[in-house]
């Protein structure tokens, strides 16, 4: 039953990520005016709004003017409710949830945000830093100092590479290890920048293999980021004991 609800508060909170990812490139408010068709400018009711449902039953298209709405509607609603469902199996209602599932939010949006504009807002990186930090404060896996050493220590190695690979990184990817070191405590950002750069190579390797663009065409790196970031939310003491298990 408590699954259930941690789903559809999933759904929920994915079609509110939508208006967000949507809205803030553009540098519209996030709350004003009520949600519109991209197309026909049509405001909305509240049937037309369902997270995954109303998608179905209008078959993918505007109820009024009938043109395409995009997948990336009903698949972030869906990934949304899904990373509460597993944020949900590992911690149940605690505190932990609220916090990661906030970050986890964040990390949503901005994944696809960057993926689609090769930006990543400090709309979201600067509170996100403030807020980061506060929750240390509740958040009983980690210390407020950890937290702290998490913003610096990670975006610190971020912007020495920054620096040294010359525009192969941005400062969107060094502001955006600040919030999840933040978050997560600074050894797990490491690994999480680790893990992240695993998957960034192997996606590189496969657009040298395949497209001719290769390594010319940009990476949006804070998708990999965010990936490794959600994989040490939901399994990081896993991974880092299987870790200690392997070397002592
Ligand atoms: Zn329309």
């Known amino acids: ?5 941690v789903f559809i508060f999933g759904l929920m909170i994915g079609s509110f990520l939508n208006v967000v990812i949507y809205r803030l490139p553009q540098e519209e408010s996030i709350v004003f005016p009520s ?12 049937i037309d709004l369902i997270p995954v449902v109303s998608f179905l039953w209008n078959k993918g298209h505007c109820r009024y003017c009938g043109s395409k709405i995009s997948y990336q509607y009903p698949l972030v609603e869906l990934l949304t ?11 149940y209602l605690t ?36 807020v980061a930090f506060l929750l240390s404060f509740l958040n009983p896996e980690i210390s407020y100092i950890n937290s702290l050493l998490g913003i610096l220590g990670p975006a610190l190695l971020l912007f020495l590479i920054a620096v040294v690979s010359r525009g192969g990184l941005g400062m969107g990817d060094v502001k955006l290890i600040a919030v999840l070191g933040g978050f997560i405590g600074w050894q ?5 920048i680790f893990i992240g750069s695993i998957i960034g190579s192997i996606i590189g390797l496969y657009l040298i293999v395949v497209s001719d ?15 490794g970031g959600l994989v040490m939310i939901l399994w990081g003491q896993e991974i880092i004991d299987f870790y200690w298990q392997l070397i002592l």
Do not use: R, W
């Not at 940009?218 to 990936?227: A, H, N, Q, R, T």
């Open 1 to 5: 039953m408590t699954a259930t609800l």
């Open 35 to 46: 949600s519109h068709c991209p197309d026909c400018g049509t405001e909305l009711q509240a």
């Open 81 to 91: 409710a899904l990373i509460f469902i597993l944020l949900y199996h590992q911690y």
């Open 95 to 130: 505190m932990q949830f609220v916090v990661y599932a906030l970050l986890a939010s964040a990390l949503i949006a901005v994944s696809i945000i960057d993926l689609q504009h090769l930006i990543i807002p400090n709309q979201i990186t600067y509170p996100g830093i403030i």
């Open 188 to 192: 797990k950002a490491l690994v999480a």
């Open 213 to 227: 663009k290769g390594l010319k065409s940009k990476l949006p790196l804070g998708v990999f980021l965010s990936l």
